[in-house]
Nanobody
């Protein structure tokens, strides 16, 4: 009923920029919290940034001032603009969307397929 497709990512040099996008489609009534997580090799998945439908955003301290999360609710899409990338930003990035399906009354969370971001000289 719902498809979530991520795009973006790849290999970039330190100091470079990348933009990730994540679009949900299907029988969706609305989206609530939308966010990005990442998982480095051998580490647990961590929250990078999130955005609520009330307009608030939250960032993990290591990316504040460098990453920007934004959303287009009409397109059911969330973006992550990543600037001044560092090697420690390397990992698999996953989007997460809380959405309400039409005809239901409870929000459910869905994940993107993940995309690799590698920051290396």
């Amino acid at each position: 009923q719902v498809q979530v497709v991520q795009s973006g990512g790849g290999l970039v040099q330190p100091g470079g920029s990348l933009t990730l996008s994540c679009a949900a489609s299907g029988n969706i009534f609305s989206c609530r919290t939308m966010g990005w997580y990442r998982q480095a090799a051998g580490k647990q998945r961590e929250l990078v940034a999130s955005s609520t439908n009330f307009g608030s955003t939250n960032y993990t301290s290591s990316v504040k001032g460098r990453f920007t999360i934004s959303r287009d609710d009409a397109k059911r899409t969330v973006y992550l603009q990543m600037n001044s990338l560092k090697p420690e930003d390397t990992g698999v990035y996953y989007c997460y969307i809380q959405l309400l399906l039409r005809g239901t009354s409870r929000y459910t969370g869905v994940w993107g397929q993940g995309t690799q971001v590698t920051v290396s000289p």
